[in-house]
């Protein structure tokens, strides 16, 4: 059985001014979300800005992700790092918490051959009982699994189930679903590519976009899963400007900025990451207004 089907919404973090993480924003983000539509919460991965989290922060957000959701819907725990002993104390931690799954970054930086990412992914596999997503984002990672790598993970470790392909490679996502032979689930990483990877056999994505318009993400992949492949892309499409204009400057900076426009929490970010340039505000503001969010 699959970790979820749908729209799973890479959480932003909410942050106080101070820059201390905000609980109370994130308990509601976290309603918001449910009351939408979305059919998982991803806490603590890239849009949560998890790289400048304390181990003691990352946790903590974790712990209280899984209380504020309270079982309504799976919460997969963001606990990559290139450093294979650190994203085994993350995971064998966020699985004491209760996780329902893990999201599993490459290495990044240091990066990995395909035999240092088989053992990497491996040796945290082996250290939970978790279903584990690997997350291929070599944009951001400088690392690509490749397709012949995560099918021998899928087919050889028993709780290596899915993955989260945001290498923007089509050709490369078909080639890895045909040797993979149905044994690992395929989510996208990418908003503009949901319909794409769907027809791929994809169970779903693992949305930024779905932070500010969830019930349309939700819909998108639902309706291509009932078999309503002109509604669901019907819906791709429209989404296609908000999705630049969320690009249009490193993620997760667009999204909580358009999160604080939305009023549903402040903006703040923690450095490097720093406030949007103002042409791209106007740019935001002006797709979300097309859209109807605001």
Known sequence: MSIFEGSGVALITPFQEDGSVDF??????????????????IICGTTGE????????????????????????????????????TAIYLSTEAQRYGADALLVVTPYYNKATQKGLIAHYTAIANAVELPIIMYNVPSRTGCNIQPETAAELARNVENIVAIKEASGNIAQVAKLMSLADGCIDLYSGNDDQIVPILSLGGKGVISVTAN?????????VKRYLDGDTRGSLDLQLKAIDLCNALFCEVNPIPVKKAAELMGLCSGSLRMPLTEMEPQNVERLKSAMTRYGIL
Not at 24 to 40: C, M, N, P, R, S
Not at 55 to 74: M, N, Q
Not at 212 to 220: A, F, G, K
Request: with cysteine; net charge negative.
């Open 24 to 41: 109370g924003k994130l308990k509601e983000l976290v309603d918001f979300q449910i009351e939408h539509g979305t059919d998982a919460i």
């Open 50 to 85: 998890s790289s400048t989290l304390s181990h003691e922060e990352h946790l903590e957000c974790i712990e209280k992700c899984i209380a504020y959701t309270a079982g309504r819907v799976p919460v997969i725990a963001g606990t990559g790092s290139n450093c294979t002993e």
């Open 212 to 220: 500010i318009i969830p019930q349309d993400t939700h819909m998108l």
